[in-house]
């Protein structure tokens, strides 16, 4: 079937790192004559960027690939390709257990993309499926890939700082899949950036497995978290965001840079996962209860306005009910603006899977899960009233689902706003007075556009690229 232009459909599990990613992988199809569509109904090639952070990830592309094999009978042309986490921890064994699949590439191969996909064209020619299977899975780079992104956005940017791990949390397979800590040098992120606010750009999150720990495998004292975020500020970006912190590596200059008046956002995201010291140290996560509510406790006093999320996971091998009953008092300390919360699931490969028998039972699971979801929903709606009657800067990203004449946003500490707009805010700073709040995030009216907003250092400079 010929329809002109080739056509790639990319389906994204997982983190805004894997988000990221396939605004890579997008790149590379790009240079490669592919366009993007919304349905692999309407695509020649498929790609899978899969992730093996949550539950079942392994199935779910087995699901999805049941869903392409019934395309492929009306469309012999289409191709299927996994990348991510799941391809490059399973490999060869994808293969074995569907043949829908076509190609394999690893987290560090979307560079060898058109070579594997012209490689899978020639299997097909050949009418069989040849002894060694389409694949590219190199062992985890030294450095971080360069790809020609394809952003999503024309006012909000990913920008990758590090990639990999090295922490080795119990329950986590990142690093058997990203590999060890790798940080870009600083030159790079500045000058990625630079250009980024060049183009027009209002905003830039910074990513990284562990962005807190950001220079610690370069050899420079210098090159750390808190000293990027200082060079940052004196970029002409109206906002920076970054994620995820891991608690022990959040230094007091982090803290210090975001209880500053600049363009760094109020808003941290880093994992607990646990109340108990007892899970702690079996989770291996490197910091105690107390540890962690003293940090809560520092960065709410340097930043009264900010917002502080959380992951959790109940149900980890050998939490009693004590250990439970912890993490929600913890939660209620902690009063964390929203969390995400999961069942623990083992994962092949980490250490918990060969080390713990999973031995709380599914529905005490579920039960966790459903106490803490219920107490988080209540502290998100009481922390999100507290903003009722404040002035908020919001970055409009579209409209809003509630009907015509509403956008939506999001404030510089991450909570959503809804307010009455027209649809030329998307991509522009606005100012609103915050009228309403619920679980959902906040309601407000505008005071004002982007210009009267922006600080003067800001306004000043990006009034300056406009000439």
Known sequence: MNRGAK????????????????????????????????????????????????????EKVYSEAGVIRMLKENNPDLFLGIGGCVAQALGEKLFRRNGTIDFVFGSSNIADLPRLIEQARRVRQNGRRQAQPVMALDKIPEHIEDLPFLRASLFQAKVTITEGCSNFCSFCIVPYTTGLLRSRLPGEILAEVSTLAQRGYQEVQLLGQNVDSYGNDLDDPQINFANLLRALTQLPIPRVRFTSSNPQ???????????????ICEHVHMAVQSGSDRVLQAMRRGHSRDYFLDLVARIKA?????????DIIVGFPGESERD????????????FGGAYIFK?????????????????????????LAHLLELQKRITAEENSKRVGQAVEALIEGPARGGPGLVCGKTRDNKSIVLAGPADWQGKLVRARVTGADIGGLYGEALGEQEELLRPSYAAQTAGEAR
């Not at 439970?324 to 009063?335: C, G, I, N, S």
Request: charge should be negative; include cysteine.
């Open 7 to 58: 056509r790639v459909y990319i389906h994204t599990w997982g983190c805004q790192m894997n988000e990221h990613k396939s605004e890579g992988i997008a790149g590379v199809l790009a240079r490669a004559g592919y366009r993007l569509v919304g349905s692999p109904e309407s695509a020649d090639l498929v790609i899978f960027n899969t992730c093996m952070v949550r539950e079942k990830p392994e």
């Open 324 to 335: 439970f009953e912890q993490t929600v008092e913890l939660l209620r300390q902690a009063r």
């Open 249 to 263: 590596d959040i230094t007091p200059g982090v803290i210090e840079v975001l209880g500053e008046a600049n363009n």
């Open 302 to 310: 340097a930043v009264p306005q900010g917002n502080i999320t959380t």
């Open 344 to 368: 623990y699931s083992p994962r092949p490969g980490t250490i918990s899977y060969y080390k713990y028998q999973d031995d709380v039972p599914a529905e005490e699971k579920q039960r966790r």
